[in-house]
């Protein structure tokens, strides 16, 4: 007996593990917002300053770095879906709605490094620990993006998947790297 296929018979959404089914332009659009969010903060990461981390402005840095990102994309989605609006409210309301949610992963990905610079700042951590950490876990974030993007997609996670991912990583890395050096 042939063994089913394990591709989504419809290539617009996706089956994964969980209750949630999304169209794959929701899933582009997180997607987008996840690997943004983390490349947004890994740059907020390096830029950070052992006394920035020690008196607690890092975390504020982040975490404002994190929301403000968030703001900013969900408003220029908001505007750029005006474009073809049929003046439908209800419409209007779930797309500003799936805008929201598809954004979050931005807003998230300051979560973590926050955490691990308010340890620091309260003396749990050493601060280029706290530091190191934060850094590392945003360049493993970004690295699984290309096991996610075979996963999301229906097939299998494979060595070219986590290649592509540590590829991207080593890129968001250098992104991060060059904007600190420009801009502060």
Do not use: C
Not at 73 to 97: C, F, K, P, Y
Not at 146 to 161: H, K
Request: glycine share 8%.
């Amino acid at each position: 007996m042939p063994r089913p296929s394990r591709r989504p018979s419809d290539p617009a959404r996706r089956r994964g593990p969980g209750p949630a089914t999304f169209p794959v332009e929701r899933l582009r659009d997180r997607m987008s917002s996840y690997i943004y969010g983390n490349i947004t903060v890994l740059a907020v990461a390096i830029a950070a300053s052992p006394e920035q981390i020690e008196h607690g402005a890092a975390v504020l840095t982040v975490l404002a770095t994190a929301v403000l990102t968030y703001l900013a994309h969900v408003l220029s989605h908001v505007v750029a879906h005006a474009i073809g609006d049929t003046g439908d409210d209800e419409e209007h309301r779930e797309t500003v709605g799936a805008i929201l949610r598809d954004a979050n992963p931005i807003a998230t990905s300051g979560l973590i490094p926050a955490v691990l610079y308010a340890a620091a700042w309260v003396g749990w951590l050493p601060a280029q620990w706290a530091q190191t950490a934060a850094i590392v876990i945003l360049v493993v974030r970004i690295g699984l993006v290309g096991v996610f993007l075979q996963r999301f997609s229906g097939r299998r996670p494979s060595f070219l998947g986590l290649w592509g991912g540590i590829v991207l990583a080593a890129v968001a890395f250098a992104i991060g790297a060059v904007k600190v050096l420009l801009t502060h």
